[in-house]
């Protein structure tokens, strides 16, 4: 892999990407970033004497062939993924590949789905699918096309293969390298054929990661490793108390730190400013300060909690109708269930850090983001200066769960760099990063439903909780409708003839809130999924059997819950206490049925034995890839159905590391088989697919082992205790 950060000037117009998309025009760039960030740069603009057809792909004299990745690596295995697609409708040298970053540019690199440069929503792949087969599809094109005008025959009678031309009659070949100057000149397909799956070289395989060895070995820089010549470290500390400020500050003794250099007093937060990460460490451990913790200072979860309750009392906005809700609820006996969801933080590994260099008249940033671009808008802003005089350097992310989807913390760094002489690396210790995170929301999901002929005959669904998608993205919020909110909720598989969904938006005082890996999926799923077991034992039957009856109209679906049921040995017998669970879901574009097995001892702790998940993905671009991100969501899901809760009281956070904000420890972890569908469908998502499939079906395992039938997350130990 190449091994420089880049610097790339800003690239054409929307109307150009546009235009570029809509004819397979597209320009690729991606480098894995090896080195630190003092070390040389690449020039500005490196397609001079290069073949760059679109804004994904370039190749040079030598037939170095390189692919720009518009999301970015986050441990999703994306930079191995895109360029598979890429280099088979190019027909490159895999081999040979190298890859770069794709620079902040919402034209070129905006991700189809939102409009904006963003890696999230489990669509890297669903969304781009199209995308990169035309942009390599038309560089082989015209990769071809000028080989034959240099042969002076039809197209039609020459190949690609390997990062060469062929023509088939003669024999001669021409490499990629050797068709630079005249594949320039060749007009940019409008609808470039694109392979038959059945010719896909690269597709379909279980290629290993190629960030893989770089990890491995430390060669890969992330956010918190970038270097410059000359940097200091800070750390900080915000008010406690959401919404806090600074009333007073005692510097005396952290000025005495060895390696102190400076104190940096804002409205909301003091940095210290150090040699070394310890120095800043012990000198903010020195600080006396007093704070002026305003309105919140009493907040308590109590307090929000019965808001919410208040609030999902209420009508919501109807964000879905089939049918007579009215005639379905004359069928029978109404059921109602209650499900809800606490705050959750995020806790990546890679704690929040970026670093900022701050010059009159420039602001230059490393960090490791999911939005680049909004980076570089909230730099110019806390800077104060014009968005094209902000360099944003990304880097490989220490795992992202949507918690760098925000840019807060880019415009902190800024605003700490501009009172530093020089570049500043500015770190949140993991009980800052826990306390003042934006975290997943509160929910409250409030079901009814009618049986009829042991099938569901009417089902009203509403949900409350933060519109996420208001704030983040407010275009996409009409109607009173947050689309996150609502995401398989409005999309329910079952046949259901009599269905309404209601969205309240209610939002917790001073908290704030955000993506979390999944979020409305994953409270959504936990809510139907757990409620559909709560069905299935009213009308007598099987949990399996009863989903089966309703999946007449998804047969993708289908076919995975029965392939999960064969494979988990759903029906054999288990020990007492012991119990299998199960879940289905079409979340992200995929379609996963999942089997979780758990014993509840006498004091109700819960052990998992087992994991089994059937999943149709579509085309696998890398099945091993989809294996791994459905173990490592299903550990995140059931590790926050296990333990995670953020609690508040006097309007704190009250967790502050992994001592009391837990983690499934490896000796906890059970056999997690993982059995994909390859439907021949163009590609779902699968980061977040096993997220929202582990806590309903591990639920429903703890339900069939002991009879009760929990309805809030994290599990109660309490309630599953056996009474004396």
Known sequence: MQDALSKISPLPSRRTLMTGALAGGFVLAFRLPLKAANEPEQPADDTAGKFAPNAFIRIDHSGKTTLVMPQVEMGQG???????????????????????????????????????????????????????????????AMLVAAAAGQWQVDPASCSASNGKVTHSASGRVLAYGDLVDAAGSVPVPQNPPLKDPKNFNLIGKPLKRLDTPNKTDGKVVYGIDAMLPGMKFATLLQCPVFGGKVAHVDDSAAKAVPGVRQIVV??????????????????????????????????SSADIWNDLRAASKKDGVVAKSVGDIAKGFAQGERIDGEYEL?????????????????????????????????????????????????????????????????????????????????????????????????????????????????????????ITGSGVIARWLPAAFQNGIDIDAVDSAVDIPYDIPNLQVEYVRAEPPAVPTGFWRGVGPNNNV????????????????????????????????????????????????????????????????????????????????????????????GIAVNPDTIVAQLQGGLIFGLTAALYGEVTIAKGRVQQSNFNDYRMLRIDQTPPIEVHVIDSGADPGGIGETGVTAGPPALRNAIYAATGVALRRLPIDRRALAVKA
């Not at 420039?362 to 800077?383: D, F, I, L, N, P």
Request: charged letters at 20%; one cysteine or more.
């Open 526 to 617: 936990f809510a139907i999924e757990c409620f559909i077991d709560e069905l299935a034992r009213k009308a007598g039957k099987d949990p399996v059997e009863f989903r089966r009856g309703m999946l007449d109209n998804n047969p993708r679906l289908k076919a995975a819950l029965d392939l999960v049921a064969e494979k988990s040995g759903w029906g054999q017998p288990l020990p007492a206490r012991t119990g299998r669970g199960v879940s289905v879901q079409p979340s992200f574009g995929s379609f996963i049925a999942t089997v979780v097995e758990a014993e509840v001892d006498d004091k109700g702790e819960v052990y998992l034995r087992r994991v089994t998940s059937a999943v149709d993905t």
């Open 342 to 462: 606490p705050f959750l933080a995020h806790a990546t590994m890679e704690p929040l850090n970026c670093t900022v260099h701050v010059t009159p008249g420039a602001c230059e940033v490393w960090t490791g983001t999911q939005v680049m671009t909004r980076c570089q808008s909230y730099a110019a802003q806390a800077a104060g200066l014009p968005i094209d005089k902000v360099t944003v350097h990304n880097h490989l992310l220490g795992g992202g769960f949507g918690r760098r989807l925000e840019a807060d913390m880019v415009a902190t760094a800024v605003r700490i760099a501009m009172h530093v002489d020089g570049p500043v690396k500015v770190m949140w210790f993991r009980e800052e990063d826990i306390r003042h995170d934006v975290y997943r929301p509160v929910y409250r999901d409030t079901i009814s439903a009618v049986l009829s002929n042991g099938r569901i005959a009417a089902w009203k669904y509403r």
């Open 266 to 299: 804002l409205d909301d937060l003091v940095a210290v400013v150090g040699d070394h990460t310890w120095a800043a460490k012990k000198g903010l451990d020195a600080l006396i300060i007093t704070w002026n913790e305003g309105t919140y200072a009493n907040l």
């Open 78 to 140: 994306v930079y191995t993924a895109i360029p598979m697609i890429l280099a088979d409708e190019l027909d490159a040298d895999f081999a040979a590949v190298t890859l770069e970053h794709a620079p902040p540019n919402d034209k070129l690199y905006g991700n189809p789905t939102f409009g904006i440069q963003v890696t999230g929503n489990s669509n890297s792949i669903r969304s781009f699918w199209k995308p990169l087969r035309v942009a390599g599809a038309s560089a082989r």
